[in-house]
């Protein structure tokens, strides 16, 4: 056979792995990133609007830190994200694709509710605030459980697919939040819960640090440290890592998969039941079908990206949390459409996420004319 | 002189801060067999894929015939005309031979299949293969399939042919049929390049021999002038014992019993049957068998990991004057709460015997993590018999928490064995424990095993090395389709022998119950 000569030809860009990175370098990219992103979002602002990109970013930056209250409301929407996350890292480490995060949590805010409207002030009942809280905590962690736990009874006894199954589980938490918003409605007409004990408070978690949301923060704090200790430092968080890695390398070592199974997801849907029980009780004191606002979908994000780290995933929380807002103080302070401080958040998220790349690659770009011919 | 096939001047690649080869000249001939030699880690196959097109150079040129080639991917390698047959075969099952090899390849205009068969055909004639057009991938053996990767190769007029480890596989008779091929393309002036650990292999195939030791190239040797103690040492760059021992087994005794062991595959079909045999301490019992006829079942019925059939029985008797204890039907983690240490070294190191993205430290505890009774782990021990076993079996890391997935399989097969060792078992079980490594690795984990031996313990090895099988061993079972079809005196048995036991099944009554 007779072979074509070619040409010798180069390809004009090639990635290798990175094995280590110096600090200052994976500082310097990300610095790099934020500068990049700033800039270009500045470009687009510009170029739409005519606006002061400065006096945009500005306003970006006020949307969580212009006043304490706004900083304890991003506080409390980062608690809330990250409880979810939370929630979710054990059973994602695990390899088990718990996409249904957002019914668990609804779930568990509706036996929230369903304590706080039963024990509460419309029926006359009006239990110590104190019992309520209980109540409403063990109920919402029970039915947060309770909703995580069966999609794992499934797949350990029948290897059912659990992503479609919690998937599927979440639409039948939204159809069941509908249904009890119908039987709750109050006042009548109104097609809403309306604020559960308005008046008397019942249920409603107190202050914190003269804070409302204090204790939303507190509980978050305390379950990331206790997270992260349980998947470091246990037994149970070195079963749930093999598992994981390999079944076969799980059954190896003598691990019981079903066991591990069942007790990973009942932790993980009974932190997501808390998480509702944070949302009802601790902020929204009411409940309908969009309660928990696809946040079970974000979360999947913050555990995915922080690999399961959870102080890290404080940060990522803290980062999403913190472009929403901004997102929504521009829309309001510059009349810039919200489609278009949404593009300009985005843009930020992408280049940070995507600034990831470059400190695991080394892109090495060969031009042929800046080689000296041999 | 004619120009050489392939001249590779002062190549390198590194990855990262490893560097897989370092200023690497070499050349490859038509009308030759060129055996390429190294330890694992040593660059072989890096510099291979460089001629293939999976990688590409950091420095130095390719000349392929003379003229300088540039090779990007694959589909550049095909055009100067090398092929490589990987060591993982990349068919489709699904697919007949026929469909596998025109595969990817233009249709041209008017082409009809009755051409490219009798092209096929041509080729089988020329080369001494045979080839059954029709045939699915999935109902093909081990060396079918590598035929067929061969005749790709071929077909798309590949005069290079780069061959990685392709004897791993193989039974001696299928062998020999290999090596008649290529020496059918040798003599039609193809260039040949094959990489293999087996030395007695390399003397026997090939004319030249090219070694690389830690990504350089040591030197080129005629193969009429290498010995295999001449190849050891250039390869490790020391002297090394090409010995492997067999002591004496010191006083055995009965430690497992095996009795009508059946085992039914997911699919209904029967993958052990009636199988019996006894296995005592002190001795090393070798398992012999073409691949996938039952050997990993076995290991792993004993292990507690296989459903096994009714009436099944494994019975394990401890030393000094204990009960016997029947293990089936136990899991795991029962057989270890009843105070029996079986060991075992599974076949997929890192899919089921170690967890490779954690390091040695928390590998060490895979198998007794459990045993302390805090809700926490605890990592002081295993960290420190991690730091032992890196010492004692020399294993090379860059920490003892850099995650196993990293090492090369030599060492990665250090980790396994060091921690199945370190538990001080009664049974060990070990399951090709020397694929893929090289010769100085291998000699090592020879050495460990005998170690045990001498320690009372009861070793069973699965092997596909006949010959280290048959130096090794103080008595081999040979499996034949999921049965025992031959026990035999490792001390006199012959390699011929434990070929035809692998290959043709004894119909026979009654039971042989071994020893």
Redesign the interface.
């Known amino acids: 056979?007779e072979?074509?000569?070619?040409a010798?030809?180069?390809?004009l860009i090639?990635l290798?792995?990175?094995?280590?990175i110096p600090l200052y370098q994976a500082i310097l990219i990300r610095a790099a990133a934020i500068l990049l992103a700033l800039l270009l979002g500045a470009i687009f602002i510009y170029s739409i609007s005519g606006l002061n990109p400065l006096s945009v970013y500005q306003s970006m930056f006020e949307g969580t830190f212009k006043t304490t209250r706004r900083m304890w409301d991003a506080l409390k929407d980062t608690a809330i994200l990250l409880m979810i996350g939370i929630a979710l890292a054990p059973a994602f480490k695990m390899r088990f694709w718990n996409i249904g995060a957002e019914g668990q949590v609804l779930f568990g805010c509706l036996a929230s509710a369903a304590v706080m409207i039963y024990g509460g002030e419309r029926f006359g009942v009006n239990l110590p605030s104190g019992v309520v809280i209980l109540l409403c905590l063990i109920a919402s962690v029970v039915a947060g459980a309770l909703w995580g736990v069966i999609p794992a009874l499934f797949k350990a006894k029948w290897k059912t697919n659990e992503t479609l199954f919690t998937l599927m589980m979440n639409y039948i938490a939204i159809q069941l939040a509908a249904y009890a918003v119908s039987v709750w409605e109050y006042p009548y007409g109104s097609n809403s819960v309306g604020v559960i004990n308005s008046g008397s408070h019942i249920g409603w978690l107190p202050t914190l640090f003269g804070q409302n949301y204090g204790f939303d923060v507190l509980i978050a704090v305390l379950c990331m440290v206790l997270m992260y200790v349980y998947l470091r430092?246990?037994?149970?968080?070195?079963e749930i890592?093999?598992v994981g890695?390999?079944e076969?390398?799980a059954?190896?070592?003598?691990i019981?998969i079903r066991k591990v199974f069942l007790r990973t997801m009942l932790i993980s849907g009974a932190v997501c039941g808390l998480a509702g029980f944070m949302i009802v009780n601790g902020t929204s004191h009411t409940v309908s079908s969009a309660v928990v606002d696809n946040r079970g979908f974000t979360a999947i994000i913050v555990a995915w990206l922080a690999k399961f780290n959870t102080f890290i995933m404080a940060a990522i929380a803290f980062l999403l949390v913190f472009l929403d807002k901004g997102a929504s103080q521009i829309a309001t302070d510059c009349q810039l459409n919200t489609h278009a401080s949404e593009i300009v958040s985005g843009i930020i998220l992408f280049f940070i996420i995507g600034c990831e790349f470059f400190v695991q690659y080394k892109v090495s770009v060969s031009l042929p004319f800046l080689k000296k011919k041999n | 002189m004619t120009t050489p096939a392939v001249q590779l001047e002062n190549i390198s690649k590194r990855?990262?801060?490893?560097i897989a080869n370092a200023h690497v000249t070499m050349d490859i001939r038509h009308g030759e067999i060129l055996s390429l030699l190294g330890e694992n880690g040593s660059g072989k196959t890096t510099l291979m894929n460089m001629l293939s097109g999976v990688y590409?150079p950091d420095e130095g040129t390719i000349l392929?015939?003379g003229?300088?080639?540039?090779i990007?991917a694959p589909k550049?390698a095909y055009?100067?005309?090398i092929g490589m047959v990987h060591q993982h075969f990349k068919l489709v099952d699904l697919f007949t031979a026929y469909e596998n090899i025109v595969l990817g390849l233009p249709v041209k205009k008017g082409e009809r299949k009755e051409q490219n068969e009798e092209k096929i055909r041509q080729i089988c004639e020329n080369y001494g293969f045979e080839i059954d057009l029709e045939k699915k991938v999935y109902d093909m053996t081990v060396s079918e399939k590598q035929t067929l990767e061969i005749m790709k190769v071929l077909y798309r007029?590949a005069?290079i042919l780069i061959l990685d480890e392709p004897t791993a596989v193989l039974t001696p008779q299928e062998t020999d049929r290999l090596f008649e091929v290529l020496r059918n393309m040798r003599a039609d002036g193809k260039a040949i390049v094959i990489i293999t650990h087996k030395l007695h292999e390399v003397l026997e195939i090939s004319d030249r021999v090219a070694i690389l030791r830690k990504g350089e190239f040591v030197g080129c040797i005629p193969t009429a002038e290498a010995t295999p103690q001449i190849l050891t040492e250039r390869m490790v760059g020391k002297k090394v014992e090409l010995q492997i021992e067999r002591p004496l087994p010191q006083s055995p005794e009965l430690r497992l019993r095996v009795r009508h062991l059946n085992v039914i595959s997911e699919y209904g079909l029967p993958v052990l049957h009636d199988v019996s045999f006894d296995v005592y301490s002190g001795e090393i019992l070798g398992i012999a068998g073409i691949s996938g006829c039952g050997q990993k079942e076995l290991l792993e019925s004993i292990?507690g990991?296989q459903k096994t059939e009714t009436g099944s029985e494994v019975t394990f008797f401890p030393a000094g004057n204990g009960t016997d204890t029947p293990l089936i039907g136990l899991?795991?983690?029962q057989i270890?709460k009843l105070g029996i240490s079986l060991s075992?070294v599974?076949e997929?190191r890192?899919?089921?015997?170690?967890?490779?993205?954690?390091g040695m430290v928390?590998n060490m505890?895979?198998?007794n993590?459990?045993e302390c009774s805090s809700?926490?782990?605890n990592r002081r021990t295993p960290r420190e018999l991690a730091e032992k076993v890196m010492i004692d079996l020399d294993i090379v890391t860059p920490g003892v928490f850099t995650p196993v997935r990293r090492l090369s399989g030599g060492n990665v097969q250090k980790v396994l064995v060091g921690r199945e060792i370190a538990s001080a078992p009664s049974v060990l079980m070990t399951a090709y424990a020397v694929r893929g490594l090289d010769i100085n690795t291998s000699y090592t984990i020879y050495h460990l095993l005998n170690e045990q031996k001498m320690k009372g313990v009861a070793v069973i090895y699965v092997g596909e090395d006949l010959d280290v099988l048959l130096a090794l061993s103080d008595r081999i079972l040979v499996l034949c389709e999921g049965q025992v079809n031959a026990v035999l005196d490792g001390r006199t048995a012959t390699k011929e022998q434990v070929g035809l036991y692998m290959t043709h099944l004894e119909r026979k009554d009654g039971n042989s119950h071994g020893a």
């Open positions: 056979m072979h074509k000569s070619k010798v030809r180069e390809p090639r290798s792995r990175r094995d280590v430092y246990t037994k149970h968080g070195y890592s093999v890695e390999s076969n390398t059954r190896y070592a003598g019981s | 990855f990262g801060s490893v590409h392929i015939n003229e300088k080639a540039s990007n550049d055009q100067y005309g007029g005069d292990a990991l899991s795991p983690r270890k075992f599974p997929d890192l899919g089921m015997g170690l967890v490779g993205s954690m928390d505890m895979l198998k993590y459990d809700f926490f782990t």
